[in-house]
């Protein structure tokens, strides 16, 4: 009996996911010998063309990390689309955007514009841009075009299951491999893991107050924190009340606060919209100066409420952005 052959394709992501399936430590043992790992071109020297090879559908599954930003993202999320019978969003930056994500706050041409003139390490005095096509001694040579916003991969392609984290933990890969070698898959457009609040599985929710006032809100790095107590109870912004658990509350047990990247529970639209407008209704303050004040202790809004999910929340990008990137995105 043939084995269930695999996938795994890495698109605008900072590896982390890769990482992750090593960290399945002497499950990866296991899991190699019940699958067939056709293509893993991170690890393994796989091309392009072994995939055109292949027929449609023939893969079992396929695990795309990574948001989507270049062409030639879009063309290989599409291709394993069709060779595959799942595609599952392999971490925060597939299933939300990540923090590739964040650069949606800038427009194409400033971005480009600060990397290749306006860096301190920059020496550019012909402004030489890359060229997504040229021509050198006959030769025709090619380069991925960079488009106007990062999107995620579900806004490219249909995607089967979404497997949050940055990364997935090694329990949660483990899971859904089992899940797709069995049969017992959950319904489709499902995230494989728990529909619950983090605060829900947080080591700290007894101590985490029923009602919460902020006269300040402190930064992490400036404050030195209970190891024991609700950061929200500390004026620590924790994302935990609007993010997904099945983490195990990693970050808290290491004595930070959750940063959101097991994205929203099913009850929640909008990530960021949610614990902004949670935080906000908080703030102990009632006049204008006081509330800046306040809010002087959350120098990067976009950063701590979306840190992970600004392609796929409502705002999706900066409105300075432009017209070609609504049109990009319809």
């Not at 995607?159 to 491999?177: E, N």
């Not at 489709?188 to 700290?204: H, I, K, N, T, Y």
């Not at 979306?306 to 990008?317: G, I």
Request: overall charge negative; glycine content about 6%.
């Amino acid at each position: 009996m043939d084995k269930p052959k695999i996938g795994f394709y890495w698109c605008a992501s900072c590896g982390g996911c890769e990482e992750a399936i090593v960290d399945l430590a002497e499950d990866i043992l296991r899991i190699t010998a019940a699958v067939d790992l056709v293509f893993w071109p991170v690890a393994l020297d796989f091309k392009k063309e072994d995939v055109l090879a292949m027929p449609n559908g023939s893969m079992a599954a396929v695990f795309i990390n990574g948001a989507v930003r270049t062409s030639e993202q879009e063309e290989m999320a599409s291709l394993l689309r069709a060779k595959s019978q799942f595609v599952i969003a392999f971490g925060a930056c597939a299933q939300l955007g990540g923090i590739p994500g964040l650069a949606n706050q800038f427009s194409r041409d400033s971005i480009l514009n600060y990397v290749y003139d306006g860096a301190p390490t920059v020496v550019n005095e012909k402004h030489v841009r890359p060229s997504v096509r040229c021509e050198d001694n006959n030769r025709t040579l090619t380069l991925p075009e960079f488009r106007s916003v990062v999107r995620t991969l579900e806004q490219i392609v249909h995607v089967d299951y979404f497997l949050p984290g940055c990364p997935p933990t090694p329990r949660l890969i483990t899971s859904a491999i089992d899940a797709l070698l069995t049969g017992k898959l959950p319904p489709p457009g499902s995230v494989l893991a728990p529909d619950v609040a983090l605060c829900d599985q947080c080591p700290r929710k007894k101590s985490k107050p029923e009602q919460i006032r902020f006269a300040a809100f402190k930064r992490p790095h400036l404050t030195s924190m209970d190891s024991d107590l609700c950061f929200l109870a500390q004026g620590v912004v924790c994302m935990g009340p609007a993010t997904r658990g099945g983490c195990e509350a990693l970050c808290p047990a290491a004595n930070m606060p959750c940063t959101g990247c097991f994205g929203p529970t099913s009850r929640v639209h909008d990530q960021g919209a949610k614990m902004l407008s949670s935080l906000s209704a908080a703030v102990d303050a009632k006049e204008s100066d006081q509330v800046d004040a306040v809010l002087a202790g959350i120098p990067d809004p976009v950063g701590t409420f979306y840190r992970y999910a600004l392609p796929a929340s409502l705002l999706r990008f900066s409105a300075n952005i432009g017209s070609a990137a609504v049109k990009e995105t319809l």
